[in-house]
C-alpha cells in the first residue's frame, strides 16, 4: 500500500522559517510529480509549489521567493522550505504525488500537516 507521510508541521512565529517534509513508502514503480498543496478552512486546496521527476521547480506567482520545494528521488522525498511566514499562511499543508503502481498511476496525498504562524 502506497502512502505519503508528512512531518514537520507546527507553531511558527512571523517572520519565521518552517520545513516540511513527506515521504513515499509502499511498493510502487515510479513517481512522477511530487506537489505541495495547502487549504485554508473552509475553501479549496491551492497549489504552492510543484518539482516533476526531472526540471526545475514550479511555483505559483504568489508563493515566488518565498517556498523553495526540493526531491530526493533516491529516497523518495520531496520538502517545502518556507521562509518570511505570515499569519495568514496560517493552513493544513498536503503532500501530493502521482504514483505508478503495476502499470496505472494515480494521485495520492498524505494526511495533511498543521502549520500555525502566530506570535
Known amino acids: 500500500q502506497v502512502q505519503l507521510v508528512e512531518s514537520g508541521g507546527g507553531l511558527v512565529q512571523p517572520g519565521g522559517s518552517l520545513k516540511l517534509s513527506c515521504a513515499a513508502s509502499?511498493?510502487?514503480?515510479?513517481?512522477?510529480?511530487m506537489r505541495w498543496y495547502r487549504q485554508f478552512p473552509g475553501r479549496q486546496r491551492e497549489l504552492v509549489a510543484s518539482?516533476?521527476?526531472?526540471?526545475?521547480?514550479y511555483y505559483p506567482d504568489s508563493m515566488k521567493g518565498r517556498v523553495i520545494i526540493s526531491r530526493d528521488n533516491d529516497k523518495n522525498t520531496v520538502s517545502l522550505q518556507m521562509n518570511d511566514l505570515k499569519p495568514e499562511d496560517t493552513a493544513v499543508y498536503y503532500c501530493?504525488?502521482?504514483?505508478?503502481?503495476?502499470?496505472?498511476?494515480?494521485?495520492?496525498w498524505g494526511q495533511g500537516a498543521q502549520v500555525t504562524v502566530s506570535s
Open positions: 501530493n504525488a502521482n504514483i505508478k503502481v503495476s502499470k496505472n498511476a494515480r494521485e495520492y
Open positions: 509502499g511498493s510502487f514503480s515510479s513517481i512522477y510529480t
Open positions: 518539482h516533476g521527476y526531472v526540471g526545475p521547480p
